[in-house]
Each structure stands twice: as structure tokens, then as C-alpha cells.
């Protein structure tokens, strides 16, 4: 029998901060009928070994290889049978109320495919990136010179449920019948980007994506390691990838700007990094004291 939720989690050695977000589940899901999937990108830290026998009613699949988070969910959706599905980050907290709460309202609104949160910062403020807009040329120039508040859709109120373009990956609860009529999370994206591209598409579908206002705890940056080439690499060709299969049918006049900015700012952000090693290696006294 097809459940109300299948709520899916990908890892990759956050065993820890897996513990602590399905716990934080385990207690939103109560009076709710749920399931919980965890697929496991071979961690090294022992995570499937640590966590199966704390949480036995979850769902544990175990890669043999790191397929990346679009495939990994894909891997989830597809062995899962519910009316909603819930793409959530390992370094995330669920308030209790916030399940229900949002599938009171995909239940009352028929018309919306996608939901995100308000996700907090560990400090409570909210996080700018729980409601966002799809990075067109013209929203992704302005963004990239510094001009966020339309990429950001600051001007929407926190306390209101809004209509949103793109819903995050970090809480992304998603309609399977619209996930039936656009497809999947886009394999060709290892990882980040795939939500935008997800998000995009249900609007082109004819659904709509929802901020509301309950909320989750999001350790934003805990589950990956932002300080490596990989990173740099993954981030930027994401970027490349949603901009190629969107827009590449524009004429040079407005893809090359954007191309060339992409590629400008993965250079400096990997300059920057390198930049960084390099004072760690000569001062590492420097680092001892902070």
C-alpha cells in the first residue's frame, strides 16, 4: 500500500549529522504515514554499519560507489511508492510541525508541484537561498554583479506562503504525480544544480513551486566539503550544464556574457582557494591560534 510521504536522504560521511536529522524525522513523522530512504554514497565513516541498527525502520541502500546526489535520489524515488516525495539534506533539522504542515497545504492546493521552507541558519535567521528565482542570463548577470535581490526574491514576506520559482534541494517536496509527467532529477548533474533544473521544469510543466512558512534547521555547507578543487569543478560545471540544456538555443549575444562570468568566477573562487592552501602551508602557526 502506497504511503503518504517517502522522505529520501542522500550521504556521503556525515554519519553524525544523519543521526541527529533522522532523529529530528523520525519525530515530524509521527501521526504521519511514512517512510524514510537512505541511500549512502560509500562513506568511509561507517555510516549504514552505525545508523541501520538506531533507526530499523529506515530504509538503507548502500552504494558501492559515489553516484552523486541526482542519481542517488533517483535510485530512492524510483523503489519508493507514495503520494509525495521529500528530497532532504543530511545536515538538516525538521521541526516537528513542518511535515504536516506542508502536506496539509500540497493537499489543499492540488495545482502545486513543489514546496520548499524557511530554512534557518544555526544562528535562526533565515536563509536567503529558501526562496529563489530560476537563473535566467539577465537574473544570473545581475546575481553575479552583485545585484541578489531578484535571484533571492527578497521583496516575498517570511511569514506568508509565496509562490517561488526554484525550490532547494536541502527540503524539496515534490508532488509524484508531477514528477511523473517532467521525469526525474537530471543524472547529468553529479551535484548541485539539479533542483534548479527540476524546479524549472515543473514550471514548464504547468505546476507551481511554493515557499511556506514552517521550518527546518539547515547546517548549510556541513555535508560538503567547499574547500577542494572537486568542489570548484562540481559547482561551476553545474552551472554550465542547467545553462547549456536551458538556454543554449540563445544567440551569442546573451550566452557568451554569461559563459564567460561563469567561468571567470570558477577561476577566481579556485585562485582564491589555492590561495588559501598556500597560506596555510607557509603559516600554519596561523591556523593553530584561530
Not at 505546476?207 to 568542489?231: A, C, M
Amino acid at each position: 500500500m502506497a504511503k503518504k510521504i517517502s522522505i529520501i536522504i542522500v550521504s556521503y560521511n556525515v554519519c553524525q549529522l544523519l543521526d541527529e536529522c533522522l532523529v529530528s524525522v523520525e519525530r515530524a513523522l509521527e501521526g504521519v504515514d511514512g517512510e524514510v530512504w537512505v541511500v549512502d554514497n560509500q562513506s568511509s565513516d561507517h555510516t549504514v554499519e552505525t545508523l541501520s541498527p538506531r533507526h530499523p525502520d529506515v530504509h538503507f541502500i548502500a552504494n558501492r560507489q559515489n553516484v552523486g546526489f541526482a542519481r542517488a535520489n533517483n535510485q530512492a524515488i524510483r523503489q519508493s511508492e507514495s503520494e509525495y516525495v521529500l528530497l532532504l539534506n543530511p545536515d538538516t533539522v525538521v521541526y516537528e510541525p513542518t511535515l504536516r504542515g506542508c502536506l496539509d497545504f500540497m493537499d489543499s492546493h492540488p495545482e502545486a508541484g513543489g514546496a520548499g521552507v524557511r530554512m534557518l541558519t544555526r544562528d535562526g535567521q533565515p536563509a536567503p537561498e529558501s526562496r529563489r528565482a530560476v537563473p535566467t542570463p539577465w537574473v544570473s548577470m545581475l546575481k553575479m554583479l552583485g545585484f541578489s535581490r531578484r535571484y533571492y526574491m527578497s521583496d516575498l514576506p517570511w511569514d506568508r506562503p509565496a509562490r517561488i520559482e526554484v525550490v532547494s534541494g536541502a527540503f524539496c517536496l515534490l508532488r509524484r504525480q508531477a514528477l511523473q509527467q517532467v521525469g526525474l532529477l537530471d543524472e547529468s548533474f553529479f551535484m548541485y544544480g539539479e533542483d534548479i533544473d527540476l524546479s524549472f521544469r515543473l514550471l514548464k510543466g504547468g505546476w507551481q513551486n511554493w515557499y511556506l512558512p514552517f521550518d527546518i534547521v539547515h547546517y548549510k555547507g556541513e555535508s560538503t566539503e567547499k574547500t577542494s578543487f572537486r568542489y570548484v569543478h562540481v559547482f561551476y560545471q553545474a552551472m554550465l550544464i542547467f545553462f547549456r540544456k536551458h538556454y543554449g538555443h540563445l544567440s551569442l549575444l546573451f550566452t557568451l556574457p554569461v559563459k564567460l562570468a561563469i567561468y571567470s568566477r570558477a577561476f577566481v573562487a579556485l585562485v582564491q582557494m589555492l590561495m588559501q592552501r598556500l597560506r596555510n602551508f607557509l603559516y600554519p602557526q596561523n591556523d593553530m591560534k584561530a
